[in-house]
């Protein structure tokens, strides 16, 4: 199985930047899609940006222009670059994968990391 972990989270001011991480271990083939999502207490939980093993990237169109989704292969870990960060943007963050093992693809979940952005 396989273990994401986060990484980068915290507390800034708007206007500020902070990078997210997440490295991906344990026993599987390969990675397809890496993404980040985030959740508000009480909401339902959104796409904030996805990444394919080719580097092709979807972003939320509240973040478009803001943040960078990449991703080291080699290293099994995506990364997600926050600059202009505004208070609407505070959240626990998630990484997910889509993680290939021998006889299937399963997504999987990062514990999460918050991200608190004040005024």
């Known amino acids: 199985q396989v273990q994401l972990v986060e990484s980068g989270g915290g507390l800034v001011q708007a206007g500020g930047s902070l990078e997210l991480s997440c490295a991906a271990s344990?026993?599987?083939?390969?990675?397809?899609?890496m993404g980040w999502f985030r959740q508000v207490s009480g909401k339902q939980r959104e796409l904030v940006a996805t990444?394919?093993?080719?580097?092709?990237?979807v972003y939320a169109d509240s973040v478009k222009g803001r943040f960078t989704i990449s991703r080291d292969n080699a290293k099994n870990t995506v990364y997600l670059q926050m600059n202009s960060l505004k208070p609407e943007d505070t959240a626990v963050y998630y990484c997910?994968?889509?993680?290939?093992?021998?006889?299937?693809?399963?997504?999987?979940w990062g514990q999460g990391t918050q991200v608190t952005v004040s005024s």
């Open positions: 997910s994968a889509d993680v290939v093992y021998q006889f299937k693809i399963a997504g999987s």
């Open positions: 344990g026993s599987f083939f390969s990675i397809n899609a």
């Open positions: 990444i394919t093993r080719g580097g092709n990237t």
